[in-house]
């Protein structure tokens, strides 16, 4: 089983770039506040890094 990561927007993306805007939007945030889970591969590792300024990370925890 992949491991699992919660990312949460906790900065307005007003004044961003459109590029970095459209992360965010694929990533799945909409609102501040929002979170997402999502599996912990390359790819997503990779749009967090971009937007790592507006976002938080943590691991969810496996039952």
């Known amino acids: 089983m992949a491991r699992k990561i919660r990312i949460r927007l906790v900065r307005s993306t007003i004044g961003t770039l459109p590029?970095?805007?459209a992360t965010v939007r694929s990533l799945?945030?909409?609102k501040i506040g929002s979170s997402v889970e999502q599996e912990?591969?390359?790819e997503i590792l990779g749009?967090?890094?971009?937007v790592s300024h507006l976002v938080s990370?943590?691991?969810?925890p496996t039952a």
């Open 28 to 30: 799945g945030l909409r």
């Open 57 to 60: 990370v943590e691991d969810v």
């Open 19 to 21: 590029k970095q805007r």
């Open 47 to 50: 749009m967090v890094k971009v």
């Open 40 to 42: 912990a591969s390359p």
